[in-house]
């Protein structure tokens, strides 16, 4: 009677309990993870929370806005950032233009963005220091509510104050939150009875949709605003919970009365069209028509959200009041505890989940657990397998006084050591083609026969080892046998035919699971390893192939070519086409995925000799050693969204340079050690981001594959470099482009090559120096010696380098080097030149300009001038043949030609008229000249044999002659072929024809 009341009553409460966690959608859709105070936040009160544009999670606290990453946080505030004028962060908002607003408890809002800060306070316009809200509209205002006012910044940066406030109650009003409807309207709650207000055509207007609440509850107040999928409005009534609004009219009343009376502080819509209610007793949400809630009694790290944030990847935050910051993820597992441990799941053909636990069996039916016979027949009996037979009968096997158990459509049968079994401690069960039952125990084997027969088998008929494992039947109903220590047993027509232990390559004697895949491989789960047999030979795999663990509970396949795997690390998955590529010597290692409570696994392990299942739907059922996970390959989507990677800061010889991604940044001498700090922001797993390094310049390949965030370099040369960083989420998804970072080391002088070669010279010069200086303390007499007759050689030289300086002044250096390579012999030096200008210029009045003149001043005035045309003429290309009293005489086009010679000479003579024009600004002795030039055949040569002359003949140097003697003072006279060759630049004046001796009448030209 005692016993019949304690079944019942169990079977009662693993009803209520089991029936209580499949009703909960909402806690086990999500995995939590809680940051607080303890964990690097500066305080558990978050004020507020958002996630910005460049991937980073901000909050705001009482001590500063904090930047997280998923790993580390970071305080801004004024005292850890210079540039920065609030101590707190109570409201944090990112416009449209990516700035970031930060309004603090009592020192207005700061504005960040596009390389400024601008602060905004009482000074400049705001109506309170203490900020409330901050919301941005439709044409890019920011609206932003305070103690006693709201204001909006437009986008040229001014503070205005809206109309409409001041007609409808007092100005300086108290603002509890701010909203942005899908319309682009503004709507204002403040904290005075009923003091809704929405902004439209320039002006706030009251609402009046509520009116009707007070009736219910006489004053009250809007504490948040929100709308649904359908654009209804819904408002958080202070401490009474929220109403529907459509239309103007009160709907979703079933829905609002399972929010209890509460004071709401946010209302969000997610991107799955879930209603988020955050209130100070927990959390409500509203997910397809029903609503479900999360409080403190049930994980939540707080009862009182100020505020909430959905992140890109989905991860839904909660800014709490007292218990910090708190991150629900959709997780891959749902994870079902259970008061025992789970050793076998088994779906029957009725759809039924029969759950093996430590204290009994378990069934549930459309996830409800229900009451059954063979429940209540195993109540607190350790179950350690259950199995489908062939026929759909159920088999179960205990580790007790009950054997082995097989239910079947008229009953339940049993097999202890009375009806002949070799042992009642029973760890596993299956049936052959023929019929027969396998019973595998801790003492040997038993067959139960079709006719009922029972025939048992331990190591006196040739089993390796009597504690058995796990059996298989296989493709050709051949029972494959696994021990504990002794490795396998193959039994045929009921004897021993084969057995496989370590000597013959099997990877460990504990042999686990047993199963054939589709092309007749067996794989063995052993204690030391996975071992593939294809009927001739093994191979192993363990963690030095990547498995990341040697020891492998069970192999499991689903329908998206992924096999499973359980171990003492967990559960983890690798894709089949992966594991075939290692295999076939395609992939260097195999690299599972283990899951973690971020993925749902809410757990403390599988245990060693569970039995996990897919059911007929696809889904997974894994034992654990607290209960069970189910995955569904359906809901468990993989991240895609790819971490944003940045590169943090530089820290060079201990000092800190914050950087910018795609920064360029220029060290000094002396850089011992560099140490790069970046990150991948994603949160979903933030501590299973993975990174690949690389610095160009000294890395020639990215770094392995690596969790930390820190990277360090040490007596790095000068040079250029290149860091790159690459991240990949935790689904192993790895970013397109890399964070990249360049800087430049400045070498020291000693690091630049041409320092070296200097000092190497430098040496090379002492040493040559030294044994200079001893040959000439040992061979002094005979420098003496050559010193005199060097001293003669140079006196020599010196008189040479003077002779040829003297001659070259006097003869073109062309003819000049002539001269001298004929040793100033006999022979003559004469050419004639097809093509010259000749150009003649004469001092108008020179003897009477004179005449009251020393001879020095004579002297040095036409050495002044003169001494300009000569350098004029050396600029120009023109050869000075010689003076003759007050004429100048030149020629361009020898000794060596020149094209364009009478351009040329043109030139010049207008320059002679500038160096004039420059000498008579200072000169003592002013003078005029004339000039005339033509162009022609000469005869050039060397006159005299003891002072030379360099001279030209010819009619072209006497018509030159002529052209100076008739052009009127202060102009050029040219001859027609002058003009001819240089008309396309130079404009002349047609004069009258001149009779010139030996030619006649001859047309000149005036410049």
Same mark, same amino acid.
Request: proline content about 2%.
């Given at each position: 009677?005692?016993?019949?009341?304690?079944?019942?009553?169990?079977?009662?409460?693993?009803?209520?309990?089991?029936?209580?966690?499949?009703?909960?959608?909402?806690?086990?859709?999500?995995?939590?993870?809680?940051?607080?105070?303890?964990?690097?936040?500066?305080?558990?009160?978050?004020?507020?929370?958002?996630?910005?544009?460049?991937?980073?999670?901000?909050?705001?606290?009482?001590?500063? $806005?904090?930047?997280?990453?998923?790993?580390?946080?970071? /305080?801004?505030?004024?005292?850890?950032?210079?540039?920065?004028?609030?101590?707190?962060?109570?409201?944090?908002?990112?416009?449209?233009?990516?700035?970031?607003?930060?309004?603090?408890?009592? =020192?207005?809002?700061?504005?960040?963005?596009?390389?400024?800060?601008?602060?905004?306070?009482?000074?400049?316009?705001?109506?309170?220091?203490?900020?409330?809200?901050?919301?941005?509209?439709?044409?890019?205002?920011?609206?932003?509510?305070?103690?006693?006012?709201?204001?909006?910044?437009?986008?040229?940066?001014?503070?205005?104050?809206?109309?409409?406030? %001041?007609?409808?109650?007092?100005?300086?009003?108290?603002?509890?939150?701010?909203?942005?409807?899908?319309?682009?309207?503004?709507?204002?709650?403040?904290?005075?009875?009923?003091?809704?207000?929405?902004?439209?055509?320039?002006?706030?207007?009251?609402?009046?949709?509520?009116?009707?609440?007070?009736?219910?509850?006489?004053?009250?107040?809007?504490?948040?605003?929100?709308?649904? %999928?359908?654009?209804?409005?819904?408002?958080? /009534?202070?401490?009474?919970?929220?109403?529907?609004?459509?239309?103007?009219?009160?709907?979703?009343?079933?829905?609002?009365?399972?929010?209890?009376?509460c004071l709401v502080n946010e209302i969000y819509l997610d991107r799955s069209s879930n209603l988020w209610f955050l209130s100070d007793k927990?959390?409500?949400?509203?997910?397809?028509?029903?609503?479900?809630?999360?409080?403190?009694?049930?994980?939540?790290?707080?009862? @009182?959200?100020?505020?909430?944030?959905?992140?890109?990847?989905?991860?839904?935050?909660?800014? @709490?009041?007292?218990?910090?910051?708190?991150?629900?993820?959709?997780?891959?597992?749902? !994870?079902?505890?259970?008061?025992?441990?789970?050793?076998?799941?088994?779906?029957?053909?009725?759809?039924?989940?029969?759950?093996?636990?430590?204290? +009994?069996?378990?069934?549930?039916?459309?996830?409800?657990?229900?009451?059954?016979?063979?429940?209540?027949?195993?109540? *607190?009996?350790?179950?350690?397998?259950?199995?489908?037979?062939?026929?759909?009968?159920?088999?179960?096997?205990?580790?007790?006084?009950?054997?082995?158990?097989?239910? !079947?459509?008229?009953?339940?049968?049993?097999?202890?050591?009375?009806?002949?079994?070799?042992?009642?401690?029973?760890?596993?069960?299956?049936?052959?083609?023929?019929?027969?039952?396998?019973?595998?125990?801790?003492?040997? $084997?038993?067959?139960?026969?079709?006719?009922?027969?029972?025939?048992?088998?331990?190591?006196?008929?040739?089993? #390796?080892?009597?504690?058995?494992?796990?059996?298989?039947?296989?493709?050709?109903?051949?029972?494959?046998?696994?021990?504990?220590?002794?490795?396998?047993?193959?039994?045929?027509?009921?004897?021993?035919?084969?057995?496989?232990?370590?000597?013959?390559?099997?990877?460990?004697?504990?042999?686990?699971?047993?199963?054939?895949?589709?092309? *007749?491989?067996?794989?063995?789960?052993?204690?030391?390893?996975?071992?593939?047999?294809?009927?001739?030979?093994?191979?192993?795999?363990?963690?030095?192939?990547?498995? *990341?663990?040697?020891?492998?509970?069970?192999?499991?396949?689903?329908?998206?070519?992924?096999?499973?795997?359980?171990?003492?690390?967990?559960?983890?998955?690798?894709?089949?086409?992966?594991?075939?590529?290692?295999?076939?010597?395609?992939?260097?290692?195999?690299?599972?995925?283990?899951?973690?409570?971020?993925?749902?696994?809410? @757990?403390?392990?599988?245990?060693?000799?569970?039995?996990?299942?897919?059911?007929?739907?696809?889904?997974?059922?894994?034992? $654990?050693?607290?209960?069970?996970?189910?995955?569904?390959?359906?809901?468990?989507?993989?991240?895609?969204?790819?971490?944003?990677?940045?590169?943090?800061?530089?820290?060079?010889?201990?000092?800190?340079?914050?950087?910018? %991604?795609?920064?360029?940044?220029?060290?000094?001498? +002396?850089?011992?050690?560099?140490?790069?700090?970046?990150?991948?922001?994603?949160?979903?797993?933030?501590?299973?981001?993975?990174?690949?390094?690389?610095?160009?310049?000294?890395?020639?390949?990215?770094?392995? /594959?690596?969790?930390?965030?820190?990277?360090?370099?040490?007596?790095?040369?000068?040079?250029?470099?290149?860091?790159?960083?690459?991240?990949?989420?935790?689904?192993?998804?790895?970013?397109?482009?890399?964070?990249?970072?360049?800087?430049?080391?400045?070498?020291?002088?000693?690091?630049?090559?041409?320092?070296?070669?200097?000092?190497?010279?430098?040496?090379?010069?002492?040493?040559?120096?030294?044994?200079?200086?001893?040959?000439?303390?040992?061979?002094?007499?005979?420098?003496?010696? =050559?010193?005199?007759?060097?001293?003669?050689?140079?006196?020599?030289?010196?008189?040479?380098?003077?002779?040829?300086?003297?001659?070259?002044?006097?003869?073109?250096?062309?003819?000049?080097?002539?001269?001298?390579?004929?040793?100033?012999?006999?022979?003559?030096?004469?050419?004639?030149?097809?093509?010259?200008?000749?150009?003649?210029?004469?001092?108008? *009045?020179?003897?009477? !300009?004179?005449?009251?003149?020393?001879?020095?001043?004579?002297?040095?005035?036409?050495?002044?001038?003169?001494?300009?045309?000569?350098?004029?003429?050396?600029?120009?290309?023109?050869?000075?043949?010689?003076?003759?009293?007050?004429?100048?005489?030149?020629?361009?086009?020898?000794?060596?030609?020149?094209?364009?010679?009478?351009?040329?000479?043109?030139?010049?003579?207008? +320059?002679?008229?500038?160096?004039?024009? =420059?000498?008579?600004?200072?000169?003592?002795?002013?003078? =005029?000249?004339?000039?005339?030039?033509?162009?022609?055949?000469?005869?050039?040569?060397?006159?005299?044999?003891?002072?030379?002359?360099?001279?030209?003949?010819?009619?072209?140097?006497?018509?030159?002659?002529?052209?100076?003697?008739? #052009?009127?003072?202060?102009? /050029?006279?040219?001859?027609?072929?002058?003009?001819?060759?240089?008309?396309?630049?130079?404009?002349?004046?047609?004069?009258?024809?001149?009779?010139?001796?030996?030619?006649?009448?001859?047309?000149?030209?005036?410049?």
């Amino acid at each position: 009677m005692i016993s019949k009341r304690f079944f019942t009553l169990f079977t009662a409460f693993q009803l209520s309990v089991f029936s209580f966690i499949f009703s909960q959608n909402f806690p086990t859709d999500y995995v939590s993870h809680i940051w607080t105070a303890a964990d690097g936040l500066p305080g558990n009160t978050i004020t507020d929370i958002i996630q910005t544009r460049d991937g980073y999670v901000y909050l705001g606290t009482y001590d500063g $806005l904090v930047r997280f990453d998923g790993i580390d946080f970071s /305080i801004i505030n004024r005292n850890t950032v210079d540039e920065m004028s609030f101590s707190s962060a109570r409201v944090v908002f990112e416009d449209s233009k990516c700035n970031l607003w930060v309004g603090s408890n009592d =020192e207005g809002v700061t504005r960040i963005g596009g390389g400024t800060i601008d602060s905004y306070t009482v000074k400049n316009g705001m109506p309170n220091n203490s900020i409330r809200d901050i919301v941005e509209d439709k044409l890019g205002n920011i609206w932003i509510g305070t103690a006693a006012g709201i204001v909006y910044i437009d986008t040229e940066g001014n503070v205005r104050t809206p109309e409409g406030l %001041d007609n409808i109650e007092r100005e300086h009003v108290l603002v509890v939150c701010l909203y942005c409807d899908t319309a682009g309207r503004i709507w204002l709650s403040t904290s005075r009875h009923g003091g809704i207000y929405f902004y439209s055509e320039g002006s706030f207007h009251r609402y009046e949709g509520l009116d009707f609440l007070e009736k219910q509850y006489g004053d009250f107040t809007v504490s948040a605003i929100g709308q649904d %999928d359908a654009g209804n409005f819904i408002f958080g /009534i202070s401490q009474r919970g929220v109403v529907f609004i459509r239309n103007g009219v009160q709907f979703n009343n079933v829905l609002s009365s399972q929010i209890p009376d509460c004071l709401v502080n946010e209302i969000y819509l997610d991107r799955s069209s879930n209603l988020w209610f955050l209130s100070d007793k927990g959390v409500y949400l509203m997910r397809n028509g029903k609503v479900s809630k999360y409080t403190a009694d049930m994980g939540l790290t707080d009862n @009182t959200i100020n505020h909430i944030l959905e992140d890109r990847e989905g991860n839904i935050w909660f800014a @709490t009041d007292r218990g910090g910051v708190e991150k629900l993820s959709l997780g891959k597992f749902n !994870t079902y505890k259970t008061p025992s441990g789970v050793n076998a799941i088994c779906q029957d053909l009725d759809g039924n989940v029969w759950v093996g636990t430590d204290n +009994g069996l378990l069934c549930y039916r459309d996830e409800e657990l229900v009451d059954d016979q063979l429940s209540r027949m195993t109540n *607190g009996i350790r179950i350690r397998h259950i199995a489908l037979a062939r026929n759909g009968d159920l088999l179960v096997s205990a580790y007790s006084k009950l054997g082995q158990l097989r239910k !079947t459509k008229s009953g339940i049968r049993s097999w202890t050591m009375k009806d002949g079994l070799i042992g009642d401690k029973i760890r596993t069960c299956i049936d052959d083609k023929d019929g027969k039952l396998w019973i595998g125990s801790t003492t040997g $084997l038993s067959c139960v026969c079709p006719d009922g027969q029972i025939k048992t088998f331990n190591s006196d008929q040739g089993l #390796c080892n009597d504690y058995i494992m796990c059996l298989f039947v296989d493709s050709e109903n051949r029972l494959w046998i696994g021990t504990d220590g002794g490795g396998i047993d193959v039994l045929e027509n009921d004897k021993v035919v084969r057995t496989f232990n370590t000597q013959s390559g099997l990877s460990g004697n504990v042999v686990f699971k047993i199963s054939q895949d589709e092309k *007749g491989i067996f794989w063995f789960c052993t204690g030391t390893g996975i071992s593939r047999f294809d009927g001739t030979s093994f191979r192993n795999f363990n963690a030095s192939d990547g498995l *990341g663990v040697d020891t492998i509970f069970q192999m499991m396949g689903d329908y998206t070519e992924t096999i499973w795997m359980t171990s003492n690390r967990g559960i983890s998955a690798i894709s089949k086409a992966d594991f075939e590529k290692y295999i076939a010597g395609d992939k260097k290692a195999l690299d599972p995925k283990f899951f973690t409570k971020n993925d749902g696994l809410k @757990t403390g392990g599988v245990t060693s000799t569970s039995l996990s299942m897919r059911d007929t739907l696809g889904r997974l059922y894994f034992t $654990l050693i607290d209960g069970f996970a189910i995955y569904d390959p359906i809901k468990a989507t993989s991240n895609k969204i790819l971490p944003n990677i940045h590169i943090e800061h530089l820290n060079v010889n201990g000092k800190k340079i914050n950087v910018n %991604d795609n920064d360029s940044v220029v060290l000094q001498p +002396g850089v011992k050690r560099i140490d790069i700090t970046y990150t991948g922001l994603s949160f979903v797993s933030s501590e299973l981001v993975r990174f690949k390094t690389m610095l160009e310049g000294f890395d020639k390949d990215y770094s392995d /594959i690596t969790s930390i965030r820190t990277v360090s370099y040490t007596n790095l040369k000068p040079g250029n470099y290149r860091f790159l960083v690459k991240a990949a989420n935790s689904d192993g998804l790895w970013s397109d482009v890399p964070a990249v970072v360049s800087f430049r080391i400045k070498p020291y002088i000693y690091q630049v090559p041409l320092f070296w070669v200097v000092v190497a010279l430098s040496v090379i010069g002492t040493v040559v120096s030294f044994i200079k200086a001893r040959e000439k303390a040992m061979m002094v007499r005979q420098l003496q010696l =050559e010193t005199m007759v060097n001293m003669k050689t140079v006196d020599l030289q010196i008189e040479k380098d003077n002779s040829d300086r003297l001659l070259k002044n006097i003869l073109p250096d062309p003819i000049a080097e002539r001269l001298k390579e004929n040793q100033f012999g006999d022979q003559t030096i004469a050419d004639t030149f097809d093509d010259v200008s000749v150009l003649f210029a004469d001092i108008v *009045g020179f003897t009477k !300009t004179t005449a009251s003149h020393s001879a020095d001043e004579i002297v040095m005035a036409l050495n002044d001038l003169f001494s300009r045309f000569d350098a004029r003429a050396k600029n120009m290309g023109v050869e000075k043949i010689k003076t003759i009293g007050d004429c100048y005489m030149a020629v361009c086009g020898l000794p060596e030609r020149c094209e364009g010679n009478a351009q040329v000479m043109v030139d010049f003579a207008r +320059g002679m008229y500038t160096d004039l024009y =420059e000498y008579n600004k200072t000169a003592k002795i002013p003078f =005029e000249i004339r000039v005339g030039i033509n162009c022609g055949p000469v005869v050039a040569g060397v006159i005299g044999k003891t002072k030379f002359i360099y001279d030209l003949w010819g009619d072209t140097v006497n018509v030159a002659s002529r052209m100076e003697s008739i #052009c009127t003072p202060g102009h /050029i006279m040219v001859t027609e072929a002058v003009r001819n060759k240089t008309m396309a630049h130079v404009t002349f004046d047609v004069v009258n024809e001149y009779e010139v001796k030996g030619k006649g009448k001859m047309k000149a030209f005036t410049l």
